[in-house]
């Protein structure tokens, strides 16, 4: 009986309820509509100066095992360890993962850094492939190997120019690769691009094979700081092999111009390879010129100013770590802004820290250097 009369009681209060709040005119609500889901956040850079949080950049490096790989593994370490806003993660690419990244995520750009070689700027700025097209390419920081000479080697001695090469077997790696590239824009601007037999073959590896087999007549190489080598060896210590010179600076001003790759020459002496190769020949008839090429990290240009100059302020201050990580690491102690580009070419937050250590960065500095291993006689500078 309570219960029942507890049951009115409660009845007739929601009764009561309803029509106090209520409006005999107003249409019946309608069913609440589901919360908009919230636009997803766009990164955006914090103000670097305040470093309320960490600035985070990826540097997308080579294989386990290569100079790019432990010199970018390091540069993690040292710049997270350091710096208190500043941080760095190196990943290993997966082929062109690192460019083709850049290209078609334009998003990640103000975190992105490349390990790259200056003529990687040609691709970018020419879209040759793997891109798609012409875009805005990355821009220098510093080189974390000793600068380097790439190019052809042939097993005839009369085979002295780039012209030479017109009717001859040539294995230059995949097209659009490194040195591809660089030897088809010296070809073209010569004219005589069509007229060689390009070989092509699957590593670099089966490209040596094959001139020492005598398949082929000429090999593409890599000299590195013109005095030893890795590619080169074994060709020129069983087959035999000597360099041409592929063309003046005229020559390679006109590939410059002609396909947007920033390349220079570099010079190599007679004489350079003999006695560190043991050979009983000497594979430098005259002095030629070689193409320079310096492996070395780049950011796209949305990286901030005041990043890339943290960044770098803080790596040439611990430059003498490098070695720890690699042995090419010891060129950053005295060559670091020597990566073989035009300055036009540097991240302005690059060149601000060269500036106020009053250090010559691209040619300039590697054509320094160069005076200083002349004066203290360094063969692979006596010609020059």
Avoid at 188 to 193: L, Y
Wanted: aromatic share 8%; net charge negative; glycine share 10%.
């Amino acid at each position: 009986m309570r219960l029942s009369l507890l049951l009115v009681a409660l009845a007739s209060l929601l009764m009561l309820a309803v029509a106090c709040g209520s409006d005999d005119d107003a249409a019946p609500a309608a069913p609440a509509a589901p919360a908009a889901a919230a636009p997803a956040a766009t990164p955006t850079p914090l103000p670097p100066t305040l470093g309320d949080e960490p600035y985070e950049l990826t540097i997308w490096v080579g294989g386990q095992g290569s100079s790019s790989y432990a010199l970018g593994v390091g540069t993690g370490e040292i710049i997270n360890k350091n710096h208190p806003w500043v941080r760095v993660r190196a990943i290993e690419q997966n082929g062109p993962e690192g460019m083709l990244t850049y290209e078609q995520q334009p998003d990640k750009r103000p975190y992105t850094l490349l390990s790259a070689n200056q003529n990687d700027i040609g691709r970018y700025t020419a879209g040759l492939p793997p891109l798609s097209g012409p875009i805005e390419p990355p821009m220098a920081l510093f080189n974390y190997a000793p600068n380097s000479s790439v190019g052809v080697v042939c097993a005839d001695p009369e085979i002295k120019e780039i012209t030479d090469l017109a009717g001859k077997k040539v294995a230059m790696g995949a097209p659009g690769g490194g040195i591809f590239v660089l030897v088809e824009a010296l070809a073209k601007a010569a004219g005589m691009w069509d007229d060689v037999d390009i070989q092509t073959t699957a590593s670099s590896s089966q490209a040596r094979a094959a001139y020492i087999d005598g398949r082929i007549d000429c090999v593409s190489i890599g000299i590195i700081d013109q005095w030893t080598t890795s590619s080169a060896a074994e060709p020129m210590q069983t087959r035999g092999a000597y360099l041409l010179n592929h063309g003046s600076e005229e020559l390679f001003a006109k590939a410059r111009e002609e396909s947007g790759i920033p390349m220079v020459p570099n010079a190599v002496c007679p004489g350079a390879f003999e006695e560190k190769l043991n050979l009983d020949y000497s594979p430098v008839q005259a002095r030629v010129n070689y193409v320079a090429y310096t492996p070395g990290y780049m950011a796209a240009p949305q990286v901030p100013q005041e990043v890339v100059y943290q960044l770098m302020r803080t790596i040439y201050d611990h430059r003498f770590e490098y070695k720890d990580f690699h042995k090419n690491g010891v060129y950053l102690e005295n060559e670091m802004a020597n990566m073989v580009v035009g300055g036009e070419y540097f991240h302005p937050g690059a060149i601000q820290l060269y500036d106020e250590e009053g250090i010559e960065y691209g040619v300039k500095g590697h054509e320094a250097q160069q005076k200083i291993a002349k004066a203290e006689g360094h063969g692979k500078v006596a010609c020059l």
